[in-house]
Structures are given as structure tokens and as C-alpha cells.
């Protein structure tokens, strides 16, 4: 409705009235007009304030981007206000998105301020809040318009990086600048010995103890800090499990999604070059870069991940690296073809690190182990566990995701064994 139309009760107002005062002159009887007053009084009024403006609606939620467990403040614009006394509003709820209050009903008097509602998102990706129907009530509760409905605000939900920290270094840092420790002797605050002066050296690099012990100029020599490539790999062609939200059950393709943004803000914090690959939908590809403006092309290209729905073709992926980087796979590990692509990137000796994000699954969910369905997840998960032995065999090493400290010990042996001659299949 997008006109002002008269309330059920500004006409029963006019009529009683209307009925009181043609009874009171016809029957000549003055009680009918005292009976009727009560309706003369609010039926000329409500025609008396009746709007003349047609208002627009303006949805207000501040931002089109939060993380998930975050919440907004919906407001609403009613312009012009003129003539409008009371708002009501009534709001959507799609999944994975809660209201304040519960009910997503809201009203108030316009003179107060127009009612504003709370709106919260427990899942990652693009949402649409917002929606709601409107109807504004004019002064006396005379006119009525709405209720009109009100489009929503597509919103970007960012994942919540999951608690993740570590302090193990990337091996086989190439970069300019980082916090890294090369190999290679530079400008760098780690101490790697001490040699003879040469021309070129910086005087504040002589080491005096040293040289007066030995009667020639010594120079202290330092490890260069590097940064390194990191290129994070992100299997979204199923999505394994119900989502509960953030406060609930993660699916597998949550853990994924988390999980790649806690790594990818954690090296783009220590000043490495981070890169992403989605395999699935869209086939999303981000080239290595660094800073905040970078990450947050990351973690929005994560929030657009979807998973794969149409039957998933066995064609080998092109993880697409290039020189040296480290390589994580986030992946349940489910698609063979996955697995090989990741086998042949460890054959070609690139550091590659699999992140187990199958989860833990609850077999009751399939009826029960002795079902079916339960069988069929068992005797599947048999045949994923030897694929990831036959993948740990090659050097390739698969942890499951626990949060911080998930992949120090991996880094560390894979910076011990950079530092070794390698053999590169071509």
C-alpha cells in the first residue's frame, strides 16, 4: 500500500458520529448528540491532521561489511516525517542471522526517535539483513500507510580469524624485508659471527674487544630478516556437516574458511607476502601481496566462498605456484584429485603443509556406526586415512587444525630440511 488510507477506526468514529447526530435531529432528543461527542471529537480530528506527504523509506545499518558474531544497529529514515506519528517496524530473519528482541517487531512514536532494532550474523559469507515490513500510522490514528516493504542490504561477513599464533619461522624466505631469518649474511639484528675487516664494511660493525685482542679489525656479522611467500589453498568443493555459527557445530568448510583467515592475517602481520586459491565456484585466485589493504582483499574474497554443488569433475587442479613459496592446503582431503596436485607440488620440492580440516564428525548423525550411512563414513575415511599416509610418505606433512601453535613444529622441520641440497623433480 502506498497511499494513505483511512484506519478501521476513523470509520467507525465517522459513522457513530455521523449515525448520533442525524439520530439526535431527527428524534429531536439532545442525549444522542452527548453520546455521540466522543466519536465527533477524534473523527474531526483524525481528518484534520490527515497526511498530505507521501514519506520514503531509507534502511540505516552503518556498515556493509562485519566479522561473524558482530552485530549492527537497524535504523530507518522516514522522509519526510510530516503527518507521521507512530512507525512499525517488523524485520526478516534468514538463516544465521538473530534479532533483538527475538521477535523483529519494533514500534514507537516518531516524536522519540524512529525504533531501531538490533541485528547480529553468526556465519560467514554474503548475508542480506535488513528486510522488514513498514507501516507508519498518522496523528490520531486516523490515516494508515503501509505496511510497504523494505528491501534488504546485502553485507559482507568476514570470518572470525580463529585463535591462531606462531613462532616458527617460514622456510626459505626470498623476500626484501621481514621478520624471517635468512640463510644468506645481511643487514639484520641476528648474530651470525665474526671475520676480518673488509673495504665496504660500516665502522659501527667493528667489534673492538675482539680487534684489540687480535690486533686487527674484526667485524661482527649479522643474518639478513627476509620475508617469504605464502600462498594459502582453500578446497571448497564440499562443504561436510551442519553450520551452527559461530557459537556453534563448525561444518568443515567453517573450519576451512577460519582456519585460512587466522593464517593469512597472521603472516600478513609479521610482514610476508600471503597469496589465496579457492578451488571450487568462481576459482578465486589473490596474488601474493602484503598490508592491511591486502588482507582485507583476502579475508572479503574469503567470505565470498560457496561450495561446489553440481558433481565435481576428477581433473587435476593447477594450484597455480610459481618460484618459492610455502604452500598451505586447507582441505578435508575428500577429492582425490586434490590430494594429487598436493602430492605433486611436495614432489617438485616446494614446502607444502596439509591442514586437516575434516573435523571431528558424529557418526549418530548417520544413523548410528552400524548404518548404512555410518558404514559408508567409516569404510571412506579408511581410504582417506591411507591416502594421507601415502601423502605424509612423499614429505608432505598433514596435521588437523587445533588453533595456535598448529603448524610451529611442521615449520620447523621444514626450515631444517630447506637448509639441506634437494633434488627437484621436472
Known sequence: MTRWVATPALARACVVAAAGLVGAVALGSPVLVVLAAPFVVPAVLG?????????????????????????IVSGL??????????????????SYVVLSPASGTVGGLVRDGVPEAGIGVTRWGRRTVGAEQV??????AGFRWGPREVPGVSVAVLPQAAAFDSRAEVPQPDGLVGAHRSRRVGSGSEFSGIRGFAPGDRL??????????????QVVTTRAEQDSGVLVVVDAFRDLGASGG???????LDLTVRAASALAEHHVRVGDR???????????????????????????????????????????????????????VLSPMLHAPVVTATAALAGRGVPVLV????????LDELGGPRSRAGLAWRMRRVE?????????????????????GTVDEVLHRLARRAQQPRVRAR
Open 355 to 362: 591442514i586437516d580440516t575434516l573435523g571431528e564428525r558424529d
Open 384 to 404: 582417506r586415512d591411507n591416502l594421507l599416509d601415502r601423502l605424509a610418505g612423499l614429505g608432505c606433512p598433514v596435521v588437523p587444525w587445533r588453533g595456535p
Open 246 to 252: 559461530v557459537g556453534g557445530a563448525a561444518s568443515s
Open 135 to 140: 507501516a507508519l500510522t498518522g496523528a490520531w
Open 274 to 328: 600471503v597469496g589465496l586459491r579457492v578451488l571450487g565456484p568462481g576459482d578465486a585466485r589473490v596474488p601474493l601481496g602484503s598490508g592491511t589493504r591486502h588482507l582485507h582483499r583476502l579475508t572479503g574474497t574469503l567470505a565470498r566462498v560457496v561450495p561446489e554443488t553440481r558433481r565435481v569433475e576428477d581433473a587435476v587442479p593447477d594450484l597455480g605456484v610459481q618460484g618459492d613459496c610455502v604452500v598451505y
Open 77 to 94: 529514515v522516514v522522509d519526510p516525517p510530516d503527518g507521521v506519528e507512530h512507525v512499525t517496524r517488523v524485520l526478516e530473519r534468514p
Open 204 to 217: 659501527r660493525r667493528i667489534h673492538w674487544p675482539v680487534s684489540l685482542r687480535t690486533g686487527t679489525l
Open 47 to 71: 481528518l484534520a491532521h490527515r497526511p498530505r506527504t507521501t514519506p520514503r523509506l531509507v534502511p540505516d545499518l552503518g556498515t556493509h561489511r562485519l566479522h561473524e558474531g558482530q552485530g
